[in-house]
């Protein structure tokens, strides 16, 4: 079986600050992780993805997270916020070999002028 | 590539009433389909997988009479709510799985409000 815990439902951060996301796995099997972001009444869209290569994963608009094994850790950052951040953050988990991904809970990240 | 789109993007029914949402793969086969709910401020919740030619696959919960899927081809999912009602208004997502990839490609979602 495998879950996903992100800490924090809403988390705000000031323009130009760093922004940290967390998420804790667990996972019987070396996991797959994801991040996605979701704006308002869209789909998800893949932010980036670590699949047992580097453990430093960069993704796209400029975040990037880190998977560490022994902290069942794959938190998201970013150095520095912009207005266009501010969504949905949802971190996943899946098994290699199979397709089913299970999702965290979200954090809604809000970016204050 | 890895398009997935999904139609209609917001549908608005009467109570009683049987709705079908279409996902598509639209430059790709995708071997596997899947169906999400979303809630309201909530995550993610997985109704189904579903594999080209053959029965989906139900999560626990989740009541197969009531949320028809087929997997007719393998590029086009369907699902359809049947006998609406207003407790089945939510945010569906599709998503597609590729052979060879192990990430799922969503589609933009669709917004069904049952009156």
């Known amino acids: 079986a495998q879950s996903v815990t992100q800490l924090g439902s809403h988390v705000s951060v000031s323009e130009g600050a760093l922004v940290l996301l967390r998420c804790n796995y667990s996972s019987s099997v070396p996991p797959y992780l994801f991040w996605y972001v979701q704006y308002p009444n869209q789909g998800l869209q893949l932010l980036l993805k670590?699949?047992?290569?580097?453990?430093l994963v960069k993704g796209i608009n400029g975040f990037e997270a880190e998977f560490k094994k022994s902290e069942t850790s794959f938190h998201l950052t970013k150095p520095s916020a912009h207005m266009s951040d501010a969504a949905e953050y949802f971190c996943a988990v899946s098994d290699p070999g199979y397709q089913k991904v299970t999702f965290g809970t979200g954090t809604k990240l809000q970016v204050i002028p | 590539g890895a398009v997935v789109s999904q139609h209609p993007s917001r549908v608005i029914c009467k109570s009683g009433t049987s709705v079908k949402i279409e996902c598509r793969s639209l430059d790709f086969q995708a071997t596997t389909m899947f169906w999400y709910r979303q809630f309201p401020k909530k995550s993610l919740m997985l109704m189904a997988t579903s594999n080209e030619g053959s029965k989906a696959t139900y999560e626990q919960g989740v009541e197969k009479d009531k949320f028809l899927i087929n997997h007719a081809s393998l590029t086009l999912s369907t699902l359809t709510v049947t006998s609406a009602h207003p407790e089945d208004s939510s945010f569906y997502i599709c998503s597609a799985g590729l052979a060879g990839y192990n990430e799922q490609f969503f589609g933009p979602g669709t917004r069904l409000t049952v009156l």
């Open positions: 670590y699949t047992s290569a580097a453990t």
